[in-house]
């Protein structure tokens, strides 16, 4: 997943760091990061409107990176990367349709202040987002989720008696014509359009950064990597340090597997200082760099080793 925060940069009022799409206010830096010292809650009507299905053609067609960001959509698409083709991508037109598409089941999947055990109806949902004093389309800039916890939060929704919306209804449709369990289908990423702040660099490391957590989710030997670079080259407080950074961003940090996967997705494949600052995490610029340099040493051979920068 991807979030924004806004932090200023001490000295540079025009310097604006977006880290994760959460909070309007600004948070001061001195050294580091200094605590938050105001916050505001806005409260926004989400739009309703009946969604159109989605494009799925029989054979989804292949797209690597530059064609996936070249490409507009007026509803939302679904796109096999062309390097990884277990990853599917999702194309949406706007953040607001990225958001009724997907929100519920990322606040069944990893949102601290919601159970994990059940899917929230519409008034439940809403609450649970606004209680982390955001937006319901600024939720998530960026989504992923395993083939597994798309499965079991249909079951789930099935079991509690959650009425789905239009778009999560398409979204099932589409997902059971590809075969959600089917061995072809490992993940699904999604990116969506320009427009709601979001340019070209910041829709890039969208991209880059959902794309590096579906390589985590299909590729076996690079996610046993990560595991152990976390366990083993990573020290406890620099563990730690992604624990208050992930927490602050309410990820679920009960969940090992997704303090990894946020990890190696930010700290590795997220260098948009929009998205991503070492300090954000409590690591010196010499630290970032050394733990870098060590990860791509170990890195499996992928599509993405090759376009990773030391």
Not at 23 to 38: D, E, F, N, V
Not at 222 to 246: I, K, N, P
Request: hydrophobic share 45%; aromatic share 10%; charged share 20%.
């Amino acid at each position: 997943m991807l979030k924004r925060l806004k932090f200023m940069l001490l000295g540079d009022p025009d310097a604006t760091v977006l880290l994760r799409r959460r909070r309007r206010s600004k948070w001061p830096i001195a050294a580091a990061l200094l605590a938050l010292t105001t916050a505001c809650i806005t409260i926004v009507i989400v739009k309703q409107h009946p969604a159109p299905a989605m494009v799925v053609p029989a054979a989804l067609p292949a797209a690597d990176e530059s064609t996936l960001l070249a490409t507009t959509v007026s509803q939302t698409s679904l796109y096999r990367f062309g390097p990884a083709p277990m990853i599917v991508v999702a194309l949406f037109p706007d953040l607001h349709e990225q958001a009724i598409t997907l929100n519920r089941i990322a606040v069944f999947v990893e949102y601290a202040k919601a159970p994990h055990d059940r899917v929230l109806d519409d008034a439940a949902l809403r609450a649970a987002i606004a209680a982390g004093h955001v937006s319901f389309d600024d939720f998530y800039d960026g989504h992923d989720y395993r083939e597994a916890d798309l499965a079991r939060f249909f079951t789930t929704a099935d079991a509690d008696g959650v009425v789905l919306n239009n778009a999560e209804k398409n979204l099932r449709a589409s997902l059971n014509r590809l075969g959600i369990t089917a061995p072809g289908f490992g993940a699904l990423i999604s990116l969506p359009g320009a427009g709601d702040g979001l340019d070209a660099p910041t829709r890039a490391a969208i991209l880059r950064h959902e794309l590096s957590h579906g390589l985590y989710f299909t590729d076996p030997a690079y996610a046993a990597m990560v595991t152990l670079f976390w366990q083993t080259t990573m020290s406890a407080q620099q563990r730690e340090g992604f624990r208050r950074f992930l927490a602050d961003g309410h990820y679920d940090v009960s969940n090992d597997d997704l303090m990894r996967n946020e990890m190696q997705a930010y700290l590795i494949h997220t260098r948009n200082v929009r998205y991503f600052v070492p300090a954000a995490a409590g690591l010196s610029d010499m630290d970032a760099a050394a733990l870098r340099a060590a990860f791509l040493i170990t890195m499996p051979p992928s599509w993405l080793r090759y376009r990773t920068e030391p």
